[in-house]
């Protein structure tokens, strides 16, 4: 059955939308069920900014000659648009959820930038489903870098913190 969109399914779809900027989420889906033929199924998806990188001003097409500075500035992109992700000491979230990096609000941080952690230290907690859930440091070594601020929303597979 298909069902003419009322103006609270607008407002909701709205609604979602800007829960999907307000906590940084790249794609959110929800189905309502209004009665047994009578349903409401949205998906909203945004997409990542992608980084272009350009040498310089665009050349008018009669005056098109190779320029010699672009391979060197295109071949420095890769490093300046490193993914975390990707590092090797990359500790990634398991789940979604939201991010804290202390036990509780005036806490010292369970982390800092240059601490030695061990495998199985507690790194910081994502709260998901109200269950905290304490993520462990998968190995022994320095935290590098801190990817996530505290109470920020974090989907799976988000890179949390580098650990060398």
């Known amino acids: 059955m298909t069902k003419k969109p009322n103006e609270n399914d607008v407002v909701f779809i709205q609604a979602l939308a800007e829960l999907l900027s307000a906590q940084g989420l790249t794609e959110i889906e929800v189905n309502r069920l209004y009665g047994e033929d009578n349903s409401l199924n949205v998906r909203i998806s945004k997409m990542q900014n992608v980084v272009h990188m350009a040498a310089a001003p665009a050349a008018p097409l009669a005056a098109a000659a190779p320029a010699a500075p672009a391979p060197a500035t295109l071949a420095e992109a890769p490093a300046a648009i490193e993914d975390p992700a990707a590092h090797p000491g990359a500790v990634t979230s398991p789940m979604v959820g939201t991010v804290y990096l202390q036990a509780e609000p005036g806490s010292p941080p369970f982390i800092?930038?240059?601490?030695?952690?061990?495998?199985?230290?507690?790194?910081?907690?994502?709260?998901?489903?109200?269950?905290?859930?304490?993520?462990?440091?998968?190995?022994?070594?320095?935290?590098?870098?801190?990817?996530?601020?505290?109470?920020?929303?974090?989907?799976?597979?988000?890179?949390?913190?580098?650990?060398?």
Do not use: C, H, W, Y
């Open 112 to 164: 800092t930038i240059g601490a030695k952690v061990s495998e199985g230290d507690t790194i910081l907690i994502i709260e998901a489903m109200k269950t905290m859930n304490q993520i462990p440091a998968p190995k022994a070594g320095t935290v590098m870098r801190i990817l996530v601020e505290d109470s920020a929303a974090v989907e799976f597979g988000s890179p949390l913190v580098i650990i060398e």
